[in-house]
Nanobody, 114 residues
Framework: QVQLVESGGGLVQPGGSLRLSCAAS????????MGWYRQAPGKERDVVAV???????NYADSVKGRFTISRDNAKNTVFLQMNSLKPEDTAVYYC????????WGQGTQVTVSS
């Protein structure tokens, strides 16, 4: 069964950190470009960070220098380390796997608030 399961979301104060994880099953993980997207209330889903099968990374301008995407092919898992969080980072974060077609996780809520 193909599945992407996110974890690690929660409530954090501004300036804090969170680490999101996305565990994949049912796919040949190493072949997939993996990404993190987010969707705030009333807004469209936007890309946050992407890591290719070869390990190249790209980030949205709004998170450059604060967020880091990484992958562990042995564990079929992609991570998003989020530091210096801001209230505007509040959103549902979704894991995406792309190889010919897109696969999505169910999302995990991140709330940055004092």
């Amino acid at each position: 069964q193909v599945q992407l399961v996110e974890s690690g979301g929660g409530l954090v104060q501004p300036g804090g950190s969170l680490r999101l994880s996305c565990a994949a099953s049912g796919i040949t993980f190493r072949l997939y470009t993996m990404g993190w997207y987010r969707q705030a209330p009333g807004k469209e889903r936007d890309v946050v960070a992407v890591i290719t099968s070869g390990g190249s990374t790209n980030y949205a301008d709004s998170v450059k220098g604060r967020f880091t995407i990484s992958r562990d092919n042995a564990k079929n898992t992609v991570f998003l380390q989020m530091n210096s969080l801001k209230p505007e980072d509040t959103a549902v974060y979704y894991c995406n796997a792309n190889f010919i077609k897109d696969l999505w996780g169910q999302g995990t809520q991140v709330t940055v608030s004092s």
